[in-house]
């Protein structure tokens, strides 16, 4: 069964970047049958999905956050990562990383998500 | 972008009546959709997806119905335990996008 669990930093300051690894197990990140997905809920919030990555590096992200956000992929540790730069107060939230199908079938899994606060 | 709209935003339902909750897409999302429970402090569940395949161990009383841009989660016989907030998710269009919730709350 694929599990996924988030790891980094629970407090960034203003302006600097904020880092987040997803270290997958169950399965090999190269499956490609997955995208890889980072998904944030602000505190009260509803969920708004970040960004994707699939195994050969392509990328997708939210127009919204899309200047700031960087997300990669380690085949050789079964990680992807998330970066996103130049954070302010709006971007504290729930961080969850997870998966969703490329193709069919139920390849939907989510991390338990870690809180991350941006404040001084 | 995608827009997804759930209504009603709160839905008062007395236990072991049935909930219908309602999800639109801004245009087609084919069968790509999925439904989540989402309880506090939790993260969110996979209950449904493809539109109507439950998830495993999903219980047979949550169901899920539509095409096109029109979606339906229906609970047939609500539980103490399926009183959460729930939302819609489109994996057919990039970006991908939620709904904003319904939130279900005991009547």
């Known amino acids: 069964q694929l599990q996924l669990q988030e790891s980094g930093p629970g407090l960034v300051k203003p302006s600097e970047t904020l880092s987040l690894t997803c270290s997958v197990s169950?399965?090999?990140?190269?499956?490609?049958?997955?995208?890889w997905a980072w998904i944030r809920q602000p505190p009260g919030e509803g969920l708004e999905w970040v960004g994707s990555?699939?195994?050969?590096?392509?990328?997708y992200y939210n127009p919204s956050l899309k200047s700031r956000v960087t997300i990669s992929v380690d085949t050789s540790k079964n990680q992807f990562s998330l970066n996103l730069s130049s954070v302010t107060a709006a971007d504290t939230a729930v961080y969850y990383c997870?998966?969703?199908?490329?193709?069919?079938?139920?390849?939907?899994?989510w991390g338990q998500g870690t809180l991350v606060t941006v404040s001084s | 972008e995608t827009v997804m709209t759930q209504s009603p935003a709160t839905l008062s339902v007395s236990p072991g009546e049935r909930a219908t909750l309602s999800c639109r897409a801004s245009?087609?999302?084919?069968?790509?959709l999925a439904w989540y429970q989402q309880k506090p402090g939790q993260a969110p569940r996979l209950l449904i997806y493809?539109?109507?395949t439950r998830a495993t161990g999903v219980p047979a009383r949550f169901s899920g119905s539509g095409a096109g841009t029109e979606f339906t989660l229906t609970i047939s016989s609500l539980q103490s335990e399926d009183f959460a907030v729930y939302y819609c998710?489109?994996?057919?269009?990039?970006?991908?996008?939620f709904g904003q919730g319904t939130r279900l709350e005991i009547k």
């Open positions: 990555v699939y195994y050969t590096g392509s990328t």
């Open positions: 493809d539109v109507s």
């Open positions: 998710q489109q994996y057919n269009n990039w970006p991908i996008t």
């Open positions: 997870a998966s969703t199908p490329a193709y069919d079938g139920n390849t939907f899994s």
């Open positions: 245009q087609s999302v084919s069968r790509n």
């Open positions: 169950g399965d090999s990140i190269n499956r490609d049958n997955y995208y």
